[in-house]
């Protein structure tokens, strides 16, 4: 098994939390290791629906992304991952404060992947759970082609 490069995991994570999606969301990546990811996201008025709490499409979004995160770290240098489908279960509402997320990568295969995650609040109670299919495609990468450190070292 391949050891992965630590620069390269700090280069993705500053990819990712830089792209507009995750500023959107004001999610960021905290912490990546094989089968792992660990995501944080600070709800503001941005997040919420006409109810006053935050909306479910936000609870998807981090659930798919730390699903993903969970697998990434598995795959050779050049292949990438896209999710197939996404199966949540929404389980108390938020208002606001930080939500923290974490991805397992449950199976990973040479075609189809399966990864898990949770959002919990910062006092631990459980928001979402869910998992997520993910097909494996080759030549998939980063958009506008950065220039990255090798992932393994």
Not at 27 to 37: C, Q
Not at 86 to 114: E, S
Request: proline share 5%; hydrophobic share 45%.
């Amino acid at each position: 098994m391949h050891k992965l490069n630590p620069d390269y995991l700090h280069a993705v994570s500053e990819l990712a939390n830089n792209c507009p999606y995750f500023r959107l969301l004001s999610m960021k990546i905290r912490a990546l290791s094989p089968g792992s990811a660990l995501l944080e996201a600070e709800m503001e008025e941005k997040h919420l629906q006409a109810f006053g709490f935050v909306h479910g499409g936000v609870f998807a979004s981090i659930i798919d992304t730390a699903a993903f995160w969970s697998a990434f770290c598995d795959l050779d240098e050049n292949m990438g991952i896209t999710s197939v489908d996404l199966k949540l279960n929404y389980l108390a509402p938020v208002r606001k404060g930080k939500l923290i997320a974490r991805g397992t990568r449950l199976k990973m295969g040479k075609t189809l992947g399966l990864g898990e995650a949770d959002i919990r609040s910062e006092d631990g109670k459980l928001i979402a759970q869910g998992t997520s299919t993910l097909i494996v495609l080759p030549g998939f990468g980063f958009a506008n082609g950065p220039e990255l450190p090798p992932k393994f070292i």
